[in-house]
Nanobody
Framework: QLQLVESGGNLVQPRGSLRLSCAAS????????IGWFRQAPGKEREGVSC??????????NYADSVKGRFTISIDNAKSTVYLQMNSLKPEDTAVYYC????????????????????WGRGTQVTVSL
C-alpha cells in the first residue's frame, strides 16, 4: 500500500521560497504519477502541479497560477517528489497535499483531484509578512 508524507511547509514572507517534499513508502514510484494540490480555507482543493515519471518520456503539468514560479521534480533514489516554490504570494497560502495515481508513462498527468487515489495528510504553507 503506497503511503505519502508531506513536509517542508512553513511561514514565509511574500517573494520568499519554500521546498515541499513528498516521501513515498510501501511501493515504488515507477508506476505512479504524483500531484501536488492545495486547499485554502473556505475554498475547494485545487491542483498545483503533477509529474508522471522523470527523464525521457516523463511529463509535468502546472496550474496557470504557479507557472514560472513552481517546479516539480522526482528523486527516484529517495522515492521523494519535490515542489520548489519561488516568488511566493499571500494567495499561495494553503494546506498542500501530495497524491498519487497509477498511470502509464505515455499519459500526461492532470490536475483533477478525482484522478488520484492515494493522498498524504498535508503540510501548511503560510505566506505573510
Amino acid at each position: 500500500q503506497l503511503q505519502l508524507v508531506e513536509s517542508g511547509g512553513n511561514l514565509v514572507q511574500p517573494r520568499g521560497s519554500l521546498r515541499l517534499s513528498c516521501a513515498a513508502s510501501g511501493a515504488t514510484l515507477d508506476y505512479y504519477a504524483i500531484g501536488w494540490f492545495r486547499q485554502a480555507p473556505g475554498k475547494e482543493r485545487e491542483g498545483v502541479s503533477c509529474i508522471n515519471r522523470s527523464g525521457s518520456g516523463g511529463s509535468t503539468n502546472y496550474a496557470d497560477s504557479v507557472k514560472g514560479r513552481f517546479t516539480i521534480s522526482i528523486d527516484n533514489a529517495k522515492s521523494t517528489v519535490y515542489l520548489q516554490m519561488n516568488s511566493l504570494k499571500p494567495e499561495d497560502t494553503a494546506v498542500y497535499y501530495c497524491a498519487a495515481v497509477q498511470l502509464p508513462l505515455w499519459r500526461g498527468c492532470d490536475l483533477n483531484t478525482r484522478e488520484y487515489n492515494y493522498w498524504g495528510r498535508g503540510t501548511q504553507v503560510t505566506v505573510s509578512l
